[in-house]
């Protein structure tokens, strides 16, 4: 008998070997179409997500565009309105002051003579008028009047009157007063444009910021980069938008220390750009909240894989078992 039990325990050893490997060969199958299908998904779910953002973002910076557009158009009418006032003649401060009381928008208006020594001022700030400005010859806004028909728009700058960040205004106005060559001078209130930026809020850390033509911050939610008006024209993001693109881009945001996802837009006709970010882990936070649910399923498909891999690797092998 001891022949006999010796050739058994040979034909066991031989067909465990068997049995594990039809076990993990069938597991292998099992697993590579449920990987496959989970990495399908997984990509299906960041393209669904990036085309949420692409539309839900992109339309949150158009539709930012448009009241921004019409606050500027709105002002460089009202100003190019006061200069046919002044140059049909009438009192200069008295005109200015009207303007001024008519609603928010303008901080400081100055009629400047041609030799850039303000005429006339009046200003939301009583201690701007108790300490008269410095000549503004050779500011930017006189020269540039000399080459633009209409009202000019500078980007955010320092006023040429109260030294705070500001967006510049002017238009060239001949009165009796000041003669020709004269300004009509006015800086423009950034709070407005900043409150309707704080309109768009979503999410964590989901935010908008506002750019001028040059790349500089005009709105933002951090308050130093707004009084800093920092240059972030660097940013290929805002790259984009300068060059009155529309779209979704990725990019390392050093504000939020993170990667983000933005919806972009431009301002018709001013060349400013608004970009509407959200942290990129919010968005994957999106994706696995769209996966998790299916991951029971998936669990169970593999638990049921592993159990049908051991039952026929045993049915396929007790037959060589039994030979053996």
């Given at each position: 008998?001891?022949?006999?039990?010796?050739?058994?325990?040979?034909?066991?050893?031989?067909?465990?070997?068997?049995?594990?490997?039809?076990?993990?060969?069938?597991?292998?199958?099992?697993?590579?179409?449920?990987?496959?299908?989970?990495?399908?998904?997984?990509?299906?779910?960041?393209?669904?997500?990036?085309?949420?953002?692409?539309?839900?973002?992109?339309?949150?910076?158009?539709?930012?565009?448009?009241?921004?557009?019409?606050?500027?158009?709105?002002?460089?009418?009202?100003?190019?309105?006061?200069?046919?006032?002044?140059?049909?003649?009438?009192?200069?401060?008295?005109?200015?002051?009207?303007?001024?009381?008519?609603?928010?928008?303008?901080?400081?208006?100055?009629?400047?003579?041609?030799?850039?020594?303000?005429?006339?001022?009046?200003?939301?700030?009583?201690?701007?008028?108790?300490?008269?400005?410095?000549?503004?010859?050779?500011?930017?806004?006189?020269?540039?009047?000399?080459?633009?028909?209409?009202?000019?728009?500078?980007?955010?700058?320092?006023?040429?009157?109260?030294?705070?960040?500001?967006?510049?205004?002017?238009?060239?106005?001949?009165?009796?007063?000041?003669?020709?060559?004269?300004?009509?001078?006015?800086?423009?209130?950034?709070?407005?444009?900043?409150?309707?930026?704080?309109?768009?809020?979503?999410?964590?850390?989901?935010?908008?910021?506002?750019?001028?033509?040059?790349?500089?911050?005009?709105?933002?939610?951090?308050?130093?980069?707004?009084?800093?008006?920092?240059?972030?024209?660097?940013?290929?993001?805002?790259?984009?938008?300068?060059?009155?693109?529309?779209?979704?881009?990725?990019?390392?945001?050093?504000?939020?220390?993170?990667?983000?996802?933005?919806?972009?837009a431009a301002v018709p006709d001013y060349g400013w750009g608004i970009m509407v970010p959200q942290p990129r882990s919010e968005v994957a936070h999106?994706?696995?909240?769209?996966?998790?649910?299916?991951?029971?399923?998936?669990?169970?498909?593999?638990?049921?894989?592993?159990?049908?891999?051991?039952?026929?690797?045993?049915?396929?092998?007790?037959?060589?078992?039994?030979?053996?």
């Amino acid at each position: 008998m001891a022949p006999f039990r010796s050739s058994q325990s040979r034909g066991e050893r031989t067909a465990q070997p068997i049995r594990r490997r039809l076990a993990l060969g069938f597991l292998a199958v099992a697993l590579l179409p449920v990987t496959l299908l989970g990495i399908g998904l997984y990509h299906q779910a960041w393209e669904d997500a990036r085309r949420e953002v692409w539309e839900k973002h992109r339309l949150l910076a158009q539709n930012l565009a448009t009241p921004i557009k019409l606050y500027l158009d709105n002002h460089r009418q009202k100003l190019g309105m006061l200069a046919a006032s002044l140059r049909e003649g009438m009192p200069a401060h008295a005109a200015m002051e009207g303007a001024l009381e008519e609603g928010e928008g303008f901080d400081i208006l100055a009629l400047v003579g041609p030799d850039g020594a303000v005429r006339s001022l009046v200003s939301r700030t009583d201690q701007l008028l108790e300490d008269p400005p410095r000549s503004l010859a050779g500011d930017p806004a006189m020269r540039r009047t000399d080459t633009t028909d209409g009202v000019a728009v500078s980007g955010v700058r320092r006023g040429p009157i109260s030294g705070k960040p500001a967006l510049v205004m002017a238009v060239p106005v001949e009165t009796p007063d000041a003669g020709p060559g004269a300004v009509l001078l006015a800086e423009l209130d950034r709070s407005v444009i900043e409150r309707l930026r704080r309109t768009i809020r979503f999410g964590e850390r989901g935010h908008s910021a506002i750019v001028d033509q040059n790349g500089r911050v005009v709105a933002h939610p951090n308050p130093d980069w707004r009084r800093q008006m920092k240059d972030i024209s660097h940013w290929p993001v805002v790259h984009k938008m300068l060059e009155g693109k529309t779209g979704v881009a990725e990019f390392y945001s050093p504000f939020i220390d993170a990667r983000m996802i933005a919806g972009y837009a431009a301002v018709p006709d001013y060349g400013w750009g608004i970009m509407v970010p959200q942290p990129r882990s919010e968005v994957a936070h999106q994706v696995w909240a769209l996966l998790l649910p299916q991951l029971p399923l998936v669990l169970a498909g593999l638990a049921l894989g592993v159990v049908l891999a051991l039952l026929l690797s045993r049915w396929i092998t007790r037959p060589i078992h039994q030979l053996a």
